[in-house]
C-alpha cells in the first residue's frame, strides 16, 4: 500500500473517491476473503474455512467448537482492514520508527489515560489518536498519575490479576499497537525519545485545538462556543444555522473517524479478553455456539440518568420486536442483554414474550445510581476484562437494538459498522431507541 503525504480528518472520512487518490492498493479481494464473505452471505454461522494464503492465515475460531465469529486477536492478517483504518496505521506505525540511531524528527503526541467509565476511556483515547492525526504525530498514552496508586498499570479497567505493568495503559488488552512501545529500545533510549515531550490531560471539550472544518475539535452542541467564521457565512444564514451546520457536519467526520479508530485499535485483541469470552458463551449456550437469530439489545440505566432520560423497558422490547420482525410472537428469539444495571435486565426478561430467551454476561450490579467505576476500583478491574470479553460476545448478533447517547452503545455500533457489517457479507441492522452519536 502506497500512501501520499499526510491527510487531514476531513479527506481521511470524505469517501473512497478521495481516499482512493491518495492510497493505491493492489490487492483486489482474494479468493479466500471472497470465499469468506459469500459464505456468511449464503449462512453467517454456517462457514467453516482454514486454510492459508500468502502469509495470512484464514480461519474463524467457531470451528473450534463453538467460540466468537472472528479470530479478534490477528484480525489484520484475516481480514483486511477498511482503508481509513489503515491509513491511521500507517501513520501510527511507520516502519522506520524503531530504527537506530533515534529519529529526531519523529513527532510524538503524550496523553495520561481518563479515569471514566470503559466506554468513555474509550471514546477519549479515540479522541487523543484524533488529535495526535491532527499534529501528524505518533500517540503514546501514559498510565493516569492520579491512580497509579491502586493499579500498576495506571487504568482503572485493567484486570490486576492478569495485567502487570505494561508500557501503555491498553496493551493488556489490546497489545502492542503503540509503535514506540513494541520497539527493542532500552531504557535510556525510550528517556531519550520522550525527554522533551509533554504529557498532555485528556480534557472533554477544546474547542480552540485545531480547525473545525478539518481537524478534531469537539465543539459545544449549543453552537455558542465554536470558533466563527463570519466570512463564510453564506448570504441569507444567520451565523447561528451556520454554526449548527458546521457542527453537524464535524460530528458525521468525528463519529467516521472514531469508527475507523476503534477498527484500528481492534485488530488484535489480546487473548486473555478472547478466552474470558470463551468462558461467558460457554456459561450462557450450549457447547459455546451463539444461536444464529441471536439480538444484542443494549440497555443503559445505572447512573447514567444523571445525563439522560433513561429508556423504559417497554420501548426497548417494542424495538426488539421491530427488528426481529414477523414471527417475533410465535418462533424462538434469542435476546442477549447487554447492561451492567441488573434491575434493567431482570425487568426485560418479566416483560419479554415467552417465545424468547434471554442471556446476559459480563459486569452487573442492582444499586441505583451506582457508578461502574465504583465497581472497576473495588474489584481490581475485573469489571473491565469481563466487559471486554461481554462486548465481542455482544458483536455475535446480526441485529442490535442500541442507545447511542451512551458510550458503550457507541462502542458496539463503531465496532458493528467497521468490523462485522463489512465483513460478514453487510448482514446487520441496528435501531437505536435514543439517538445520540457523534
Not at 447514567?304 to 410465535?330: C, F, H, N, P, S
Request: proline residues 5%; charged residues 25%.
Amino acid at each position: 500500500m502506497k500512501i501520499s503525504p499526510f491527510l487531514s480528518i476531513a479527506a481521511l472520512v470524505s469517501g473512497s473517491g478521495i481516499l482512493a487518490s491518495h492510497v493505491e492498493d493492489s490487492d483486489v479481494e482474494d479468493p479466500p476473503r471472497r470465499q469468506l464473505r459469500n459464505s456468511y452471505m449464503a449462512d453467517p454461522r454456517s462457514i467453516i474455512l482454514k486454510g492459508n494464503h500468502g502469509d495470512h492465515t484464514w480461519a474463524n475460531t467457531r470451528t473450534l467448537g463453538g467460540g466468537l465469529r472472528f479470530d479478534w486477536t490477528n484480525l489484520r492478517d484475516t481480514n483486511k482492514m477498511s482503508l481509513h483504518a489503515r491509513v491511521i496505521d500507517f501513520y501510527q506505525n511507520p516502519i522506520d520508527a524503531c530504527q537506530r540511531p533515534l529519529r529526531n524528527d519523529l513527532k510524538i503526541y503524550r496523553v495520561e489515560m481518563p479515569n471514566s467509565g470503559l466506554g468513555s476511556s474509550m471514546h477519549l483515547w479515540a479522541r487523543q489518536l484524533c488529535h495526535a492525526y491532527d499534529e501528524k504525530a505518533i500517540l503514546i498514552v501514559e498510565p493516569n498519575k492520579h491512580i497509579i496508586d491502586q493499579t500498576p498499570t495506571g487504568f482503572l479497567w485493567n484486570d490486576s490479576r492478569y495485567c502487570g505493568s505494561h508500557d501503555s495503559p491498553l496493551s493488556c488488552y489490546f497489545g502492542n499497537h503503540e509503535s514506540l512501545r513494541a520497539c527493542d529500545f532500552s531504557d535510556s533510549e525510550r528517556a531519550d525519545l520522550l525527554r522533551d515531550v509533554p504529557i498532555h490531560e485528556f480534557s472533554f471539550s477544546d474547542p480552540m485545538l485545531s480547525d473545525p472544518k478539518n481537524g478534531c475539535t469537539f465543539l459545544e452542541q449549543t453552537n455558542e462556543r465554536i470558533i466563527q467564521f463570519p466570512h463564510e457565512v453564506p448570504l441569507g444564514t444567520s451565523m447561528k444555522e451556520h454554526n449548527a451546520h458546521v457542527v453537524n457536519e464535524h460530528k458525521s467526520i468525528i463519529a467516521f473517524f472514531y469508527a475507523a479508530a476503534m477498527e484500528f485499535l481492534f485488530q488484535k485483541v489480546s487473548p486473555i479478553v478472547i478466552s474470558e469470552a470463551h468462558r461467558q458463551l460457554l456459561a450462557m449456550f450450549d457447547s459455546g455456539i451463539v444461536p444464529a437469530n441471536m439480538v444484542t439489545v443494549h440497555i443503559r440505566w445505572g447512573d447514567k440518568e444523571k445525563e439522560m432520560t433513561l429508556v423504559g423497558i417497554d420501548e426497548y422490547i417494542e424495538a426488539t420486536k421491530e427488528i426481529i420482525g414477523a414471527g417475533w410472537d410465535i418462533h424462538p428469539q434469542h435476546i442477549y442483554v447487554a447492561s451492567e444495571d441488573g434491575r434493567a435486565i431482570s425487568e426485560y426478561e418479566s416483560r419479554m414474550p415467552r417465545n424468547w430467551k434471554i442471556y446476559s454476561s459480563g459486569p452487573t450490579f442492582d444499586e441505583p445510581g451506582k457508578a461502574p467505576t465504583s465497581n472497576a476500583q473495588a474489584n481490581e478491574g475485573q469489571d473491565g476484562l469481563e466487559a471486554m470479553a461481554a462486548l465481542l460476545i455482544a458483536l455475535e448478533a446480526d441485529r442490535y437494538v442500541l442507545t447511542t447517547q451512551s458510550n458503550w452503545s457507541r462502542l458496539i455500533n463503531e465496532l458493528r459498522k467497521s468490523i462485522i457489517h463489512p465483513r460478514c457479507g453487510e448482514c446487520t441492522r441496528m435501531i437505536d431507541v435514543a439517538p445520540g452519536e457523534w
